[in-house]
């Protein structure tokens, strides 16, 4: 089935035992009702917890005019639509594995615009973009979301503690496992690629 806010909600309801059920976030229930005092706000929350790698996305703006506090040499605009910048890309270590990682900050300017400080000439930022279309979350990101849905819903919902603790305990695991099996896709270090004949005899 394709993944919608629904459907997440529905997984989110579904980890919290069968009664729990909607057909649509917009119906007039109780279930309904507390998804989405809580939904979009779990959803980005959970976005700056982790580089997702779906979420990631990257720029590098032209420095602002304006002088920057005296500690820092250039100014920045805040990407936009931005959740969290991790980082600053080190051309010398992209990987960012090997030296120390570059400064920056936040801050904001005369006009009171979110800024980026930093005494990099031309950054590329690494961030976390706000992500709302569901279609473009993955297998790992859905099922930590409907966990930690399920995780702040429990209470309210089925005023139940034996409910909320076990499904709080679950939701933990859950975005735990979700995050390492995202961190690990990929490959960022060069493998050994002598083969396991020749591996065997040095």
């Known amino acids: 089935m394709a993944v919608s806010d629904v459907q997440i909600a529905k997984l989110a309801l579904q980890h919290l035992g069968d009664r729990f059920a909607i057909e649509s976030l917009t119906e007039a229930s109780t279930e309904a009702e507390q998804i989405n005092l809580v939904y979009e706000n779990v959803r980005d929350s ?102 930690r849905l399920a995780e702040i819903v429990a209470r309210p919902l089925t005023m139940d503690e034996n409910i909320t603790e076990r499904v709080r305990r679950e939701s933990i695991i859950q975005i735990g496992q979700a995050k390492q099996n995202d961190s690990n896709e990929g490959v960022t270090e060069e493998q050994n690629r002598d083969p396991d004949w020749l591996r065997s005899r040095l």
Do not use: C
């Open 46 to 147: 959970l976005l700056r917890e982790h580089p997702w790698k779906f979420a990631l996305r990257y720029t590098s703006p032209a420095a602002l005019s304006g002088t920057p506090p005296a500690q820092w040499g250039y100014m920045y605009t805040y990407p936009s639509g931005a959740l969290r910048v991790w980082r600053i890309i080190n051309p010398l270590d992209p990987r960012g594995n090997l030296l120390p990682p570059l400064k920056w900050t936040i801050g904001r300017n005369a006009s009171n615009a979110k800024v980026i400080l930093t005494d990099e000439e031309e950054p590329e930022f690494e961030y976390t973009a706000q992500v709302t279309d569901v279609t473009e979350f993955d297998a790992n990101f859905v099922m930590a979301f409907s966990w």
